[in-house]
């Protein structure tokens, strides 16, 4: 499995992103798939993710309404969008990959077996 993050940068706080996720040796059938942050001195958070089995997808309460994960099967590539970004959204983004479902994939990142190598995003106020 390999994960290759792309799409971080520096934004305006107000401003947008789309981040995205390459992944290879994946079947989105079989795999949870979703990105967390961490922000320095913060552990890593769970944001969102694509179920494996049934496809729901499950967020945060904190970022609910203003990021949204899209999966374009056919290139094997998830995105975050990310709207109305604030300076406290300043982290590196990973994408992952796992068996886990739902919120047990976004809350158990001690659990995750494949991450990306992560994207910077720095938003300036």
């Known amino acids: 499995v390999q994960l290759v993050e792309s799409g971080g940068g520096l934004v305006q706080a107000g401003g947008s992103l789309r981040l995205s996720c390459s992944a290879s040796?994946?079947?989105?059938?079989?795999?949870?798939i979703g990105w967390f942050r961490q922000a320095p001195g913060k552990e890593r958070e769970g944001l969102i993710c694509i179920s494996n089995a049934d496809r729901s997808t499950y967020y945060s309460p904190s970022v609910k309404d203003r990021f949204t994960i899209i999966s374009d099967d056919a290139k094997n590539t998830v995105y975050l969008q990310v709207n109305d970004l604030k300076p406290d959204h300043t982290a590196v983004y990973y994408c992952?990959?796992?068996?886990?479902?739902?919120?047990?994939?976004?809350?158990?990142?001690?659990?995750?077996?494949?991450w990306g190598q992560g994207t910077q995003v720095t938003v300036s106020s």
């Open positions: 992952a990959a796992d068996l886990l479902y739902g919120l047990n994939f976004l809350d158990n990142a001690d659990y995750i077996d494949h």
């Open positions: 040796g994946v079947n989105f059938n079989d795999y949870t």
